[in-house]
């Protein structure tokens, strides 16, 4: 079935995340990707879902209800308008310290080779946005465990005029990817119907498949990670090019620029904001 693939591939790469309220109570804030670099472990997601965990992050394990995670957190520098609505490089990463990095396995992590920055264009669908959407993350009643559910939305490409779609949001080919999206085709236990939303889904990751919905060119590929969906601009999700992601953390810790597939086709100046340390909560 298409996707199914993607799905399997990126179970436990990307991740649901976790807030604590000031009850103590694990809130879920939306999606993040693992990515290893050198000797760097990260954290990926939209800026806008870390604001959600500054006071704690946590992910699920199978052995407790909760694992934290901490280190220094960085974003993209905030847009004029002093809020992240609209912001289209709406991205930060959390560099895992050693506790947290050695809590998670090895292999949950994606690797630089993982990764296609660039010569991916709209046209070369399908494409698939795995993550976690709110309506399918629920808490179990009397505890701090959640049931937990991944998502896989397919997207065939894009079947409108792109320069235009750019034009009116304000964006670069080279920086984003716009995939017109269809909420009635999304791939959920092995057959196709109603999304349940994408509300959740920020900071998820989307992969470059084949038309049979293979993985493409046989490996798994990460392409781009979701910001949002304006259904005003040609129904498209406006998803960030993984060389903007990538240029964040050459920009923040220069040791690990030489490691990196930067991409060669973006123009963008990439503004640091080091917010602050995340430390451990509840």
């Not at 010569?119 to 701090?144: I, N, S």
Request: hydrophobic residues 40%; proline residues 6%; contains cysteine.
């Amino acid at each position: 079935m298409p996707f199914d693939e993607v799905s399997r591939y990126s179970k436990g790469k990307v991740q649901p995340l976790f807030g604590i309220d000031e009850r103590g109570a694990l809130v879920f804030t939306g999606s993040g990707i693992l990515l290893s670099v050198g000797e760097g472990r990260f954290l990926v997601s939209a800026a806008h879902v870390f604001d959600d965990l500054s006071t704690g992050c946590f992910l699920l394990d199978g052995a407790e209800s909760h694992l934290p995670l901490t280190g220094e957190f960085a974003c993209t520098a905030m847009p004029p308008s002093s809020n992240r609505d609209g912001d289209s490089f709406d991205v930060g990463v959390l560099r895992l310290d050693h506790r947290s990095s050695a809590s998670l396995p090895e292999d949950l992590f994606l690797q630089c080779a993982d990764l296609r920055v660039d010569g991916v264009h709209e046209t070369e669908g399908p494409f698939c946005l795995t993550g976690f959407p709110k309506r399918y993350q629920k808490p179990r009643p009397g505890t701090r465990r959640f049931k937990t559910a991944p998502v896989s939305y397919g997207s065939f490409g894009a079947d409108f005029d792109t320069y235009i779609a750019y034009q009116k949001r304000g964006i670069a080919r080279a920086s984003h990817l716009l995939l017109r999206f269809d909420p009635r085709r999304v791939s959920c236990r092995s057959r196709f119907e109603d999304g349940p939303g994408l509300h959740g889904m920020s900071g998820g990751g989307v992969w470059q498949v084949d038309g049979s919905g293979a993985i493409s060119r046989g490996t798994p590929k990460l392409v781009a990670m979701f910001i949002e969906y304006r259904p005003s601009v040609a129904a498209a999700l406006l998803t960030l090019r993984i060389g903007v992601v990538l240029a964040l953390i050459a920009a923040r810790y220069s040791e690990l620029h030489a490691l990196l597939p930067l991409s060669h086709e973006l123009s963008v100046d990439v503004r640091v904001h080091v917010a602050s340390d995340i430390h451990r909560a509840g």
